[in-house]
């Protein structure tokens, strides 16, 4: 009886050491990235499975409960930045003049969600200087109209062959240089435009390019967070990179924007802060960004209160009249490298 219950508890327990080998494998396949997702949930069942399995079947199992702790260190090792105990990016700014305040919003409003009063009054309530909201389309655009009395400087896209990828930008601050490019010909848009922030210009970027899944690699993905972190590199104003990536916090795309683009993850030392499902229990990862280069200090940075929408709204309060650095994550030698490679099988289509 006892070894067949070592079987029954052994069977997940492979499934989920297998599922960490190739989630580590270095490929642009969408059942492989798709495996970047859920690496919480795998990580809590590598934990407790190793635990109950270790405990039945004792030194006979030393084999696969070796393999599993091996599992499970790859899978502590990618998400520790992402702990509470870990060391923060970026630290709290306690205080900041009214006049130097920037709150940015960025919500994915969900293409069917119904509900616009809730989000109009989600963001009512923000009140935020920079509000990006994905997923639109021409019902959104005129539900969200009455935003228009409140933000004088608004732009959109509604692309036809991305129904889903519509994206509108609502800005108190005149926008300068603004517009919606699609890198490599892709038919998502990616907003970039400087703010015109009385204390200091600002350059925004908003980003929500499509996920790996089935039929479609991860490529064009990369390519678009890539190019954001390219063009804040590339800027002489700071800049602040926000949306719905389709790739977690803890992604090699995700950690690899960062470091090109210098720029700062208010989650690292501070949680997952998951932004993604808000319809399940517990498939649940950060998939909404705001982040920044050195300088704005950091007041706050909050997952809102579901709208309706399968992805909670993320608002960032900075503050652009204190000098908080961070600690960006260092590039690495082949970091160039490995951005070139991705842009040039973007360009191949």
């Known amino acids: 009886m006892r070894r067949w219950i070592t079987r029954i508890i052994a069977l997940p327990l492979l499934v989920l050491i297998i599922a960490t080998i190739i989630g580590q494998l270095n490929t642009d396949q969408w059942w492989v990235r798709a495996l970047d997702f859920p690496r ?8 407790a499975l190793t635990a109950l399995y270790a405990l039945i079947a004792g030194w006979r199992g030393f084999i696969v409960t070796a393999a599993a702790l091996g599992a499970l260190s790859v899978q502590v090792w990618t ?43 989600m963001i009512t309530d923000s009140n935020a200087d920079i509000v990006l909201v994905m997923e639109t389309n021409d019902r959104w655009d005129r539900d969200l109209a009455p935003l228009n009395q409140t933000y004088e400087h608004v732009m959109q896209a509604q692309p036809i062959d991305a129904r889903y990828y519509g994206m509108q930008v609502y800005s108190r601050y005149p926008l300068a240089d603004a517009r919606f490019e699609y890198p490599f010909d892709s038919d998502t848009p990616l907003f970039v435009g400087d703010v015109e922030h009385p204390r200091q210009t600002v350059q925004f970027i908003g980003v929500h390019p499509r996920p790996p899944q089935i039929g479609q690699s991860s490529t064009m993905r990369d390519a678009a967070v890539l ?12 800049s602040i990179v926000a949306g719905d990536f ?29 932004s993604f ?18 300088g704005p200090g950091l007041l706050d940075f909050t997952i809102l209160p579901a709208v309706g929408s399968d992805h909670y709204p ?36």
């Open 314 to 349: 993320v608002q960032a309060d900075l503050c652009l009249t204190t000098s908080a650095e961070g600690t960006p994550a260092a590039p690495r030698d082949g970091d160039a490298g490995a951005v070139q490679a991705i842009f040039d099988a973007a360009a191949k289509g």
């Open 40 to 47: 919480l949930q795998i990580a809590a069942g590598l934990a």
């Open 277 to 294: 499902d808000a319809e399940s229990r517990w498939m649940k990862w950060p998939l909404d960004q705001v982040l920044w280069q050195g």
């Open 227 to 238: 190019t954001a972190a390219k063009l804040a590199q590339d800027s002489d104003a700071v």
């Open 246 to 274: 389709n790739a977690t916090s803890w992604s090699d795309t995700s950690r690899l924007a960062l470091r090109t683009g210098g720029l700062l993850d208010p989650r690292q030392g501070r949680g997952p802060m998951v």
């Open 79 to 121: 998400l520790w930045p992402y702990q509470p105990i870990a060391a923060k990016m970026v630290a709290h700014t306690p205080r900041c003049a009214d006049d130097g305040r920037l709150r940015v919003l960025s919500t994915n409003v969900q293409l069917g969600n119904q509900d616009a009063g809730q989000v109009l009054a």
